[in-house]
C-alpha cells in the first residue's frame, strides 16, 4: 500500500484503514545490537513471547516479555508492566513500538526462523521454548515463575511411636459435623415461565 509522504490526514486514514498483514508491518521493533550483529537486520515484526526494553516512559530500563500484541490499535501489552485504576486494581499498561527495543527473540516458530534465515543448529532450546533436559542425578531446575523447591528434611533416628491411649481410658468417637443444609428452589408457578 503506498501512503502519500505529506497530507497528514491522508497518513491517518492509512494507518486506519490497513490490513492486518500492512499492520503488521509497521509494528516492527528494533533489534538491540547483539541481536543485530547476529540476525543482520535492524528490525523485526514484534511477537508475543519476546523479550523487550523499554526505553521511555515511568518503566523506563524494564526488560519484560510481551504477552500480547494488538494489531488494532498498534499496541503492545508487557508482563508485570501494569497501571493502578481508581478503584486500586491493577491494568495492563499498552505501549507502542516506538517505545521498545527486542533483547530476545521469540523462536518456537519455525516460520520465523526461515524468515531470518537461521540454520536449526545455530538456535538454542532456550530460543525454541523447550526446557532442557535435566542431567541424570543433578537437581530439576524450577519452571519460570515458580519457587525452588526446599530441601528435603533428614530422617531422624528418634521416631515417634504412635499414642496409644492409657490402660483403663475410654476413647470417645469424634463428633461428626454437620453438613450444610442446602436451599430449596420455590415452585413454579403458572406465572414464572
Not at 526446599?150 to 454437620?178: N, R, V
Request: net charge positive; glycine share 4%.
Amino acid at each position: 500500500m503506498r501512503v502519500s509522504p505529506h497530507a497528514p490526514r491522508r497518513q491517518r486514514r492509512a494507518l486506519y484503514q490497513a490490513s492486518t498483514a500492512e499492520r503488521r508491518r509497521r509494528m516492527t521493533v528494533p533489534l538491540s545490537r547483539e541481536l543485530r550483529r547476529r540476525f543482520g537486520r535492524r528490525n523485526v515484526p514484534v511477537r508475543k513471547g519476546d523479550t523487550v526494553r523499554v526505553l521511555s516512559g515511568s518503566f523506563a530500563g524494564r526488560e519484560e516479555r510481551v504477552a500480547r500484541v494488538t494489531r488494532r490499535d498498534y499496541s503492545v501489552t508487557l508482563d508485570n508492566v501494569t497501571l493502578k485504576t481508581a478503584e486500586e486494581k491493577l491494568k495492563p499498561l499498552a505501549l507502542r513500538t516506538s517505545h521498545l527495543v527486542i533483547t530476545r527473540l521469540n523462536l518456537a516458530d519455525p516460520w520465523r526462523r526461515r524468515s531470518l534465515r537461521l540454520r536449526e543448529e545455530d538456535v538454542t532450546p532456550e530460543e525454541r521454548g523447550e526446557l532442557p533436559e535435566p542431567e541424570p542425578g543433578a537437581e530439576p531446575v524450577p519452571a519460570e515463575g515458580t519457587a525452588p523447591a526446599a530441601p528435603a528434611a533428614e530422617p531422624d533416628d528418634t521416631a515417634a511411636e504412635p499414642e496409644t491411649p492409657e490402660a483403663g481410658a475410654t476413647t470417645e468417637p469424634a463428633e461428626e459435623t454437620a453438613a450444610p443444609k442446602r436451599r430449596r428452589s420455590a415452585p413454579k408457578t403458572d406465572g414464572d415461565a
